[in-house]
């Protein structure tokens, strides 16, 4: 209970001092809006394959959260208040604390490109919600749980703007591939039980990076 | 192992004789439509004499695995241990393995071209060696962007690790997601194994499997020997200061 409530005022701290500076939200909306207006302007005459809105999805949503997950390590390191975090809560509540504030984070600006989507691309109809709804929920948390590390770990280097998208690619290739392949399944209105083997690579991957960097944590936490 | 010369010398001289064995006859024998000899390989259709570059191409991409396995553990050696020799025999097998890696896809990329008409098919196995290709550049463009020794050590041992981590992914999901043309890959009748290279007759499997071992050491005396150097470089340095 008491890890719980540690967790919690972790995240609690980060939503306030998210709201009071709008720092990251901000930046990221406007972020989302530039990269569907530049796609919008070289595509929107076109008649678009499921494949191809399903693949411009997720390329905007991995833009877009990369320049602004990694702000939840890299704003305690600018604002020098890694120490007081290291001070007042252990490793793991600080990985659980980030991880479900990133995910929130994903999954508003997953919500917001799909709102989008929806209302300026024609030819992005979602025939089977489930399938859409479930795609996203697994693979916002799946992203989060691998960008979250990667935070950490970028928010001790120099070059952090740039080199957080090189980290991560690699990393969530599998993630990319697979929830490119659901929402296009999604979007051609196939059955759910069709994208159950989707699915099950979605939770694969959740478990194993959010398991593998929660053991992990611990060494890129401590100084 | 290391610091031990005699040993060393052993694995340079087996793998130099290994790696030339291996050139010349995998070079010289021929390939007949019906083998009456062992000295005889036979002539699958539609890779011909082409089917030679799996004596030089597989071992090579065995090799940038191995690299990045090796990396791998040490790595995690190194976060076990805080012994800096760790991270020191890590990073000096990342570097080979990127280069492995490299020469893995240029020549696989220059076959292609040949036996599948273009230079670039993105097949699974292809896509996954430039998966491996961006981790090693990730991996070091990570390194050159940590000020302290020790942090670059335990960061880029942790960054391998979760990169580690994705390789399942690679090896058993994604050849399902993607259809392919390297061997063993979806709708290949004759296996669904990652390792497709077992249906060679006797002759080319001992030819292969013998490659695969020259390689193996000859990328251990490497290893080596850039272990060593980077030693020596360490020590030069400390005293300098």
């Not at chain 2, 790696?19 to 010289?28: A, E, H, N």
């Not at chain 2, 030679?52 to 071992?59: G, K, L, S």
């Not at chain 2, 997601?177 to 007759?201: E, I, K, R, W, Y």
């Not at chain 2, 020259?214 to 400390?238: D, H, K, M, P, Y």
Request: hydrophobic share 55%.
């Amino acid at each position: 209970m008491k890890t719980i409530a540690a967790i919690v005022a972790v995240v609690s701290k980060d939503v306030r001092s998210e709201l009071r500076t709008r720092y990251a939200l901000n930046a990221l909306l406007m972020f989302v809006l530039i990269a569907v207006a530049t796609i919008l302007f070289a595509l929107r005459d076109d008649h678009l394959s499921s494949d191809v809105l399903a693949g411009m999805f997720w390329v905007v949503i991995f833009f877009t959260a990369m320049s602004g997950l990694s702000r939840i390590f890299v704003s305690e390191e600018e604002r020098g208040t890694t120490f007081t975090l290291q001070l007042v809560a252990t490793p793991s509540v600080v990985y659980w604390g980030k991880l479900f504030f990133n995910a929130g984070l994903t999954l508003l600006l997953t919500g917001a490109v799909a709102i989008l989507y929806i209302v300026v691309f024609p030819a992005f109809v979602v025939q089977s919600p489930s399938i859409f709804i479930v795609t996203l929920l697994l693979g916002d948390l799946g992203f989060a749980a691998s960008a979250t590390i990667l935070a950490a770990i970028i928010a001790k280097a120099h070059s952090k703007g740039t080199l957080y998208p090189v980290l991560s690619f690699p990393v969530l290739i599998p993630l990319l591939m697979t929830v490119m392949q659901s929402t296009a399944k999604a979007l051609d209105g196939e059955n759910i039980s069709d994208a159950f083997g989707d699915f099950q690579i979605l939770i694969a991957y959740l478990l194993i990076m959010a398991g593998g960097s929660y053991l992990l944590f611990d060494y890129v936490w401590k100084d | 192992m290391f610091g031990k010369i005699d040993e060393m010398k052993i694995v340079k001289i087996a793998s130099i004789v290994l790696i030339t064995f291996v050139i010349v006859v995998g070079m010289v024998i021929p390939m007949v439509a019906v083998p009456q000899t062992f000295w005889q390989f036979p002539l699958i259709p539609g890779l011909e004499e082409k089917a030679r570059n799996i004596f030089y191409h597989v071992p090579v991409a065995w090799v940038s695995v191995l690299g990045f396995l090796i990396s791998l553990w040490y790595g995690f050696r190194y976060l076990q241990t805080n012994d800096f020799d760790n991270d020191l025999k890590s990073v000096s097998a990342a570097g080979l393995g990127f280069m492995f890696c490299v020469l893995a896809t240029v020549t696989g990329s220059i076959w292609a071209k040949f036996n599948w008409g273009s230079f670039w098919n993105w097949d699974p196995r292809e896509t996954s060696i430039v998966i491996l290709l961006l981790i090693y550049g990730a991996y070091f463009a990570l390194r050159s962007a940590l000020g302290s020794d020790e942090v670059r050590a335990r960061l880029s041992a942790v960054y391998s690790i979760l990169a580690g981590l994705t390789a399942p992914f690679f090896i058993f999901v994604m050849p399902r997601l993607v259809g392919g043309l390297h061997p063993g890959a979806q709708g290949d009748t004759s296996g669904s194994t990652p390792v497709a290279q077992l249906h060679m007759p006797l002759n080319m499997r001992l030819v292969f499997f013998l490659s695969l071992l020259g390689f193996s050491l000859f990328f251990f005396w490497l290893w080596n020997v850039c272990v060593r150097a980077a030693r020596l470089e360490q020590t030069i340095f400390s005293n300098k200061q």
